[in-house]
């Protein structure tokens, strides 16, 4: 099957800029995550949506970060404005649901944002 | 919140020794604990986990172990090989379904030598 997508791979963008990207997770699966690595550091959840519902976005700078999956299948995480300490890989993550399982998580590429 | 941590940071092997990588964690209402492999510029990929009522799970050369009254988990890779190479990330989630979100260490980095 196909793997979770995420674009762009890299983006540079200055300080005060803003940004998006884009998830498309792995079909069917009703879960999604999106998660900040910073270098050196483990994935950090930002936020977790179940079909187009928010399930955990206590972790979400909201004063500026943004994210939405309307229609229960793609997602787009938006920075506005950027700052440096932005600078990290964003993966998107998604997982299957089935009730009482334990779903594995599968990771998408990640986008490496570089703030300058 | 629950806060997991990992060591060591970085572990240098040599090739056909074993490598051990440990993790703790604070809610002990946390009952799944995945651990992810996760090569240079590539994404994290599950490798094993474990469940909070199994003590032990193995699988080839990698086991798992988990000590629930110490809140320690534990990575153990035999035989290393230089592909086993790559930074290694314990986590843990105390719910399924919607309660999933997992929460991960800060990685060790190991390095198989020749």
């Known amino acids: 099957e196909a793997g979770v997508a995420q674009s762009p791979r890299y983006k540079i963008i200055e300080k005060r800029q803003s940004v998006a990207f884009w998830c498309n997770p792995i079909?069917?699966?009703?879960?999604l995550y999106w998660y900040q690595q910073i270098l050196g550091q483990g994935p950090k959840l930002l936020i977790q949506?179940?079909?187009?519902?928010?399930?955990?976005d206590s972790q979400l700078p909201k004063d500026r970060f943004s994210a939405e999956r309307l229609k229960g299948v793609d997602s787009t995480l938006k920075i506005q404005p950027a700052k440096l300490e932005d600078s990290a890989v964003y993966l998107c993550?998604?997982?299957?649901?089935?009730?009482?399982?334990?779903?594995?998580?599968?990771f998408g590429p990640g986008t490496r944002l570089t703030v300058l | 919140g629950e806060n997991v941590e990992q060591h060591p940071s970085t572990l240098s092997v040599q090739e056909g020794d074993s490598a051990v990588i440990k993790c703790t964690y604070s809610?002990?209402?946390?009952?799944?604990f995945p651990w992810y492999k996760q090569e240079l510029g590539k994404r994290p990929q599950l490798i094993i986990d474990?469940?909070?009522?199994?003590g032990e799970k193995k699988d080839q050369r990698i086991a798992v172990t988990l000590n629930k009254t110490a809140k320690h988990f534990s990575l153990h890779i035999t035989e290393t090989q230089p592909e086993d190479s790559a930074v290694y990330f314990c986590?843990?989630?105390?719910?399924?379904?919607?309660?999933?979100?997992?929460?991960f260490g800060t990685g060790t980095r190991l390095q198989v030598t020749l």
């Open positions: 474990i469940r909070s009522n199994v």
């Open positions: 993550a998604s997982s299957l649901h089935r009730g009482a399982d334990y779903n594995e998580q599968f």
């Open positions: 986590a843990a989630s105390k719910g399924t379904g919607t309660a999933s979100k997992l929460t």
């Open positions: 809610d002990s209402a946390s009952n799944y």
């Open positions: 949506f179940q079909n187009n519902g928010v399930v955990d």
């Open positions: 079909s069917g699966h009703a879960t």
